[in-house]
């Protein structure tokens, strides 16, 4: 490690080698597969894991979809989808070859039961023909409605093995799993007259990360940190998610039903904090993991603030200028109803009522056209109890004495995926003056590239291991914490505060922690 501000240099297992089981064999069939999630994250992940060798050369990959294609066509998009690139640079011919011959594309109306038959045919053909078995990971990519339907439709044509039979069937399902407590419960109630929970995967691709997964392994890896995570030590805790990009083409039906506490709070950051604020697992393995999460997810609370307005910030982005490009207003985008009183920013004051974190603030923020795409855990020690250190620092013709500045332990989940310890050391002199550093721990370090979220999601599923997945309680205590204030939001037809684009939210969301006397971070990307 160094002790710089401007990187770093540590020890780096670089060439160490890598655990590899023998490859997975499953036919895996993405529901969905004309939507742009297959071309930008499935197919590319299943690429770099069969080019890994993590995935099996007899399993077919199966999408489906209502267009009429063939597997060429399909084959051909895909390619150009992925720019001819898979993680690791180019993709030969002689690799793409290889690995588009398991590419195949299947027409059916998921909505409706009569092309189920046929379609079971047609992918025992090509089951058959690679020589795969009938182990099968269905991925519903497809829009919420069409979850339940396409299972019972998988059900009447017998292609959910019970709990005796040899093969599995594993169900991918995608968020949002519900819009809110009720309906989330509803349709786990409902899939599970169809599926047990072990073949149910809800996804939270945050959860794939490294940097995510390993806040724990640095949390519960190592000895010195772990005894200062709690309140003796901790002033407050920020976390953010922030999105310099606007709505995607064709998102606006989606987003305007659903808005950054749903999109993004309600599972990725709600996440986030679970990983910094649970205890440490008796066992590393999902059951603990998911116990221990839900705790956390339990004992979250707005505290006694009163109304909800005084601890959650809605927010809407207006026109401005994101890294130095015009933007539009949320309101001007396309399918945006003009009086839309969806929130495209949220951020909230909210505690963890139990014996460690009690009285310890946690920030949280989300929003898109901010000024940077990043996504960090920042947590903010107390100062020194005396201040015995000072500097003259002077900034033109204005100089202030300034003393100790407090610790920060940053967890960069993206980009420049880093860990950072700031603290204080003497600026050489004759004097005792006192100066920032930071020691920085960035994943450059490890020359191997990172895997996609994705990647270890659909290993993880092929092999099995829902540990990095939601289990229904934990994405019901999640929704059962948002749902009031969706509720709230609703009842009083609450609007959205304005912030120009460009900007990192709205005044109010400030005034949030400027009435505690603390400020945000303005996180460089
Ligand atoms: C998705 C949201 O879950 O996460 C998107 O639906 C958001 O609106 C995205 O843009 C952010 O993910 P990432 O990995 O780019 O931080």
């Known amino acids: 490690m160094s002790t710089s501000d401007s990187g770093s240099t540590a020890d780096s297992p670089t060439d160490a080698p890598q ?17 742009d999630l297959t071309a930008r994250k499935l197919l590319p992940a299943l690429y770099d894991l069969w080019n890994d060798g993590y995935l099996c050369d007899q399993s077919p990959i ?3 979809a209502r267009r009429e294609k063939t597997d060429e066509g399909f084959r051909g998009e895909i390619f150009e989808a ?44 090509i089951e058959d023909a690679q020589g795969t078995g009938r182990n099968r990971i269905v991925y519903m990519a497809t829009s919420p409605d069409l ?13 959910i093995p019970g709990r005796e039979s040899a093969q599995w069937l594993r169900v991918v399902f995608e968020k949002p799993f ?9 349709l786990t109630d409902n899939l599970r007259r169809l599926l047990r929970e072990q073949q149910i995967y809800r996804i939270d691709h945050y959860l794939g990360k490294e940097t995510v997964q390993n806040i724990l392994l640095f949390r519960f890896g190592n000895s010195i940190f772990e005894p200062l995570l709690n309140r003796n030590h901790v002033d407050h805790i920020q976390i953010t998610v922030s999105e310099s990009q606007g709505l995607e083409r064709g998102r606006g039906g989606y987003y305007d039903n659903s808005g950054a506490l749903r999109d993004v709070l309600q599972n990725h950051v709600l996440q986030l904090l679970c990983l910094i604020a649970m205890e440490p697992p008796a066992l590393f393995n999902s059951v603990d993991l998911h116990e221990e999460k839900l705790k956390v997810l339990k004992a979250l609370s707005g505290g006694n ?15 401005g200028s994101v890294e130095g490009k015009p933007a539009i207003s949320y309101l001007s985008e396309e399918r945006i109803p003009p009086d839309s009183r969806t929130e495209t920013f949220v951020a909230m004051k909210v505690q963890v009522d139990n014996w460690r974190w009690a009285g310890v603030p946690f920030y949280l923020r989300t929003g898109k056209r901010l000024p940077a795409r990043v996504s960090e855990i920042a947590v903010q020690f107390k100062l020194p109890p005396l201040n015995l250190f000072n500097t003259v620092e002077c900034d033109g013709n204005i100089c202030a004495l300034v003393g100790a500045q407090p610790n920060q332990l940053v967890f960069r989940i993206q980009p420049s995926e880093s860990i950072k310890l700031s603290f204080s050391t003497k600026r050489p002199g004759m004097q005792y003056q006192i100066h920032p550093v930071t020691m920085d721990f960035n994943y450059k370090t490890f020359t191997q590239p990172l895997p996609e979220a994705y990647e270890r999601l659909l290993l993880d599923v092929l092999r099995g291991d829902s540990t990095l997945f939601m ?44 009435n505690d006397g603390r400020s945000w971070r303005s996180p460089a990307p």
């Open 82 to 125: 992925m720019n001819g690139q898979g993680r690791d640079g180019a993709i030969s011919p002689d690799q793409w070859e290889r690995f588009s011959k398991r590419l195949f594309y299947r027409q059916l109306d998921i909505a409706t039961a009569d092309g189920y038959p046929n379609f079971k045919k047609q992918l025992e053909e």
């Open 62 to 64: 199966i999408g489906v």
């Open 147 to 159: 979850f339940l339907p396409a299972i019972e439709h998988l059900g009447f044509v017998n292609m």
């Open 178 to 186: 519900g819009h809110d407590l009720t309906s989330a419960q509803q």
């Open 305 to 319: 603030k009163g109304d909800i307005t005084n601890w959650v910030v809605p927010g809407q982005y207006s026109a």
């Open 471 to 514: 289990r229904s309680d934990e994405l019901e205590a999640a929704w059962q914490f948002v749902t009031p204030i969706l509720d709230f939001w609703n009842r009083k037809k609450t609007l959205p505060e304005p912030y120009r684009s460009g900007s990192w939210g709205p005044r109010a969301a400030d005034q949030l922690l400027n």
């Open 19 to 35: 655990f590899r089981p023998d490859p997975e064999t499953a036919s895996v069939i993405i529901f969905g597969a004309s939507g």
